[in-house]
Each structure stands twice: as structure tokens, then as C-alpha cells.
């Protein structure tokens, strides 16, 4: 079984600054791309930003500049900085995983159970 579980989600003022954390565990075989997603109400779940085993990283034009992806492999974790927030980017945040594990080897999207994000103006 594999899990993703987010942290750091929270209510801040615009300009402020938050740190989403997402750590990946159980019977995980190797992890491809990880990324952030976000969901606002009344719209679409959206990428945020995405970034590969290897670093590099994609981000959507309305963060470019203000959000920062990372990620640590020893510790099968992902990271999203995010600064000079504004009351736009309120949503509930999910983490995704590109993951193959050890039970299946088969390679499949894993999700966390979101944490949510509100930035007061």
C-alpha cells in the first residue's frame, strides 16, 4: 500500500507566505514525477507544479515566480513554497505521485487527502 500525506496547508494574509509538504511511504518501488494540484470552489482541480526524479520542474503561469517545487528522494518527500500569496490561490491543495510499487510494479497516480490553503485579503 502506498500513501501520500500533505502538511503545512493553513489560513495567511496576502503576501504571506506558506509550506506545503507531502511525504510518500509504504511498499514504494521507485517514484517518477510529483507534483501539486490544486481545486478552488466551483472549479476544476488544476496542476500547480510538477517536478521529475530528476528536478526538473513545471510550473502554471499564475505561480510562476511566487511558488518554488522541490523535492527530496531519500525522503520520498515533495515541497511547494509558496510566497506573495493572494487571495486566488485559496483552494484545497493535493499532492500526486507518480508511483510504481512493490506489490503491483505497475506504474499509477497516487493522491493525498488535500489540505486546505486560505489567503485573506
Known amino acids: 500500500q502506498v500513501q501520500l500525506v500533505e502538511s503545512g496547508g493553513g489560513l495567511v494574509q496576502a503576501g504571506g507566505s506558506l509550506r506545503l509538504s507531502c511525504a510518500a511511504s509504504?511498499?514504494?518501488?521507485?517514484?517518477?514525477?510529483m507534483g501539486w494540484y490544486r481545486q478552488a470552489p466551483g472549479k476544476q482541480r488544476e496542476l500547480v507544479a510538477g517536478?521529475?526524479?530528476?528536478?526538473?520542474?513545471n510550473y502554471a503561469d499564475s505561480v510562476k515566480g511566487r511558488f518554488t517545487i522541490s523535492r527530496d528522494n531519500a525522503k520520498n518527500t515533495v515541497y511547494l513554497q509558496m510566497n506573495s500569496l493572494k487571495p486566488e490561490d485559496t483552494a484545497v491543495y493535493y499532492c500526486n505521485g507518480n508511483i510504481r510499487s512493490r506489490n503491483s510494479g505497475f506504474l499509477r497516480d497516487y493522491w493525498g487527502q488535500g489540505t486546505q490553503v486560505t489567503v485573506s485579503s
Open positions: 509504504g511498499r514504494i518501488f521507485s517514484i517518477n514525477v
Open positions: 517536478i521529475t526524479s530528476g528536478g526538473v520542474t
